[in-house]
């Protein structure tokens, strides 16, 4: 086995990757075709995203939040920038005449149900990712894991469909259970999921050493917003995210599973697009939940009249 080269140190994090003639780093030389999907997930004024990710019920069903997309997600539509969902929710709930970009989920296997969930297989044809208008795909890249060979395998067979098709891959590193979640791991997974084709990565914040995670990552890197937390603090985590040179957020849970996912998505995207620092977003987040409050207080009340 070849000895390993000690990593590198010499990040740069001050000099941001330059590409000329187009927005987003690592993607000025693509097609036109995937340069214009790339631009409808990413807003070319700010030069990042609020991606919404539904699609958990994938591997682990009715995840709590998303029981009722039709009646949780769909109103949130007009205030993400992509949503990222299953093509099978797709198509049986999200609205056609929607204008938003999707980003579909593509690959699968094991559920919740199962200890190893590394095991996955590309879980839909490029085809029908062009067929539904799709904006990107996104698929788990498991380095480390038990199936690391295969999932990297199967991350390169969708970005080698996408590219005759015009459609971006997203990688998404997947963290086994027993692995060390730190800055050295993001760097490793990330370079790898970028140096072998994927057009932009998802990954996870750590406190320490993330803007040499999106610095020696050569494409954009949006965050994953994980488990839970009190809205403050996803508010700060994404706020540090962009400022250490991530081009967004992919947030979930954080979004849907606030008591007002309508004021947290939209103090999420102030925080995102307009660089607002997390206490003012977290009291723009107070404020339209009280406003929505009211709102629904005053109809309960005409309606209890009624």
Excluded at 41 to 64: E, K, N
Aim: glycine share 10%; aromatic share 6%.
């Amino acid at each position: 086995m070849p000895e390993a080269d000690k990593e590198g140190e010499r990040y740069s994090v001050d000099q941001p990757q330059q590409a000329p003639g187009f927005f987003l780093k690592g993607t000025h030389q693509l097609d036109w075709g995937m340069k214009n999907r790339m631009a409808r997930v990413f807003d070319p004024a700010s030069g990042r995203t609020v991606m919404l990710a539904i699609d958990h019920g994938y591997f682990q069903g009715p995840t709590t939040g998303l029981e009722r997309i039709d009646l949780s997600i769909v109103p949130l539509l007009p205030s993400c920038d992509a949503l990222f969902c299953t093509r099978g929710i797709l198509r049986s709930v999200i609205p056609a005449e929607c204008q938003k970009p999707m980003v579909l989920r593509a690959s699968g296997g094991p559920s919740i149900l199962r200890e190893e969930l590394s095991d996955e297989q590309i879980a839909m044809d490029m085809d029908d990712a062009v067929r539904l208008n799709a904006a990107g795909v996104g698929i788990q890249v498991f380095i480390g894991g038990e199936h690391e060979t295969r999932s990297v395998h199967n991350m390169t067979k969708l970005v080698d469909a996408g590219l005759r098709s015009g459609v971006p891959v997203m990688g998404i590193t997947a963290v086994g259970k027993a692995m060390v979640r730190d800055a050295k791991y993001f760097r490793l997974a990330c370079r790898i999921i970028a140096e072998l084709g994927a057009q932009y990565v998802k990954t996870y914040y750590v406190d320490e050493g993330f803007e040499t995670v999106t610095a020696s990552c050569p494409v954009p890197i949006v965050m994953a917003g994980g488990k839970k937390l009190p809205e403050l603090d996803a508010l700060t985590m994404a706020y540090n995210a962009v400022q250490q040179g991530a081009a967004g957020v992919d947030m979930g849970r954080n979004i849907f599973q606030s008591d007002a996912p309508q004021a947290m998505i939209a103090a999420v995207g102030a925080v995102v697009h307009k660089n607002m620092k997390p206490k003012e977003a977290f009291d723009l987040f107070k404020s339209l939940k009280a406003d929505a409050d009211r709102v629904f207080a005053k109809a309960s009340f005409r309606g209890a009249a009624e």
